[in-house]
């Protein structure tokens, strides 16, 4: 596509839920990034996918969180028994090389936990 | 430990009032520097990139400039279509960014 799509755009869900979230990157792009942006505080890197390598997850906050990327394209990042906490903006990112050059974001899934 | 620290957190100006915006950032091994537009909504949109002292970059009213210790974003003339947060970011290592907490620019008519 014409860019990083991310869905869905907003999900509400109850704590203890476990929640998907879907990143589509730009075609072609081999690097693919998720990011955590809560209120009042910077973008927090989560988990970086190079080709087929193995992924970079330091950034995941807790063994609830997961993500796989299927084929070198798709992405989803699962959260298991969600908490209150876990609510911010996930946004994903894809890039044609890792490193210097600006990633292209999308434009995030906003997850509630009530 | 790897930092970057935006001021200020938010800033307002008036149509056509020229300002700055100021990105100080701690790194050992700077790969490159980053500035991000971020609209409401939206994910974050690639502005600049600068890799060393010195450099500079524009782009319409927005010139990005770079030092040692820090980064400023220099808004000429603004108009309220400028109005958004503004991010910047470092490379610290490989592929890992880290960010600011932005800059939120309200520009009135």
């Known amino acids: 596509g014409a860019g990083v799509s991310q869905s869905p755009s907003n999900k509400v869900t109850e704590k203890g839920k476990d929640v998907e979230l879907r990143c589509d990157p730009i075609s072609g792009h081999t690097a693919l990034y998720w990011y955590r942006q809560s209120l009042g505080q910077g973008l927090e890197f989560l988990i970086y996918f190079q080709g087929n390598s193995a992924p970079d997850k330091s950034g995941l906050p807790s063994d609830r969180f997961s993500a796989e990327r299927t084929g070198g394209s798709v992405s989803t990042l699962t959260i298991q028994r969600t908490q209150q906490e876990d609510s911010a903006v996930y946004l994903c990112?894809?890039?044609?090389?890792?490193?210097?050059?600006?990633?292209?974001f999308g434009s995030g899934t906003r997850l509630t936990v009530v | 430990e790897d930092q970057v620290t935006q001021s200020p957190e938010a800033l307002r100006l008036q149509e056509g009032e020229s300002s700055s915006l100021n990105c100080s950032y701690t790194?050992?091994?700077?790969?490159?520097l980053f500035w991000y537009r971020q609209d409401p909504g939206k994910g974050p949109e690639f502005l600049f990139t600068?890799?060393?002292a010195g450099e500079e970059k524009e782009k319409e009213r927005l010139k990005a400039t770079l030092t040692k210790k820090e980064s400023f974003l220099h808004i000429t003339a603004p108009k309220p279509e400028d109005s958004a947060t503004y991010l910047c970011a470092v490379e610290a290592g490989t592929y890992k960014y880290i960010f600011g907490t932005g800059t939120r620019l309200k520009v009135l008519a």
């Open positions: 790194v050992s091994g700077l790969r490159g």
């Open positions: 990112a894809s890039s044609f090389l890792a490193g210097p050059g600006g990633y292209t």
């Open positions: 600068l890799y060393s």
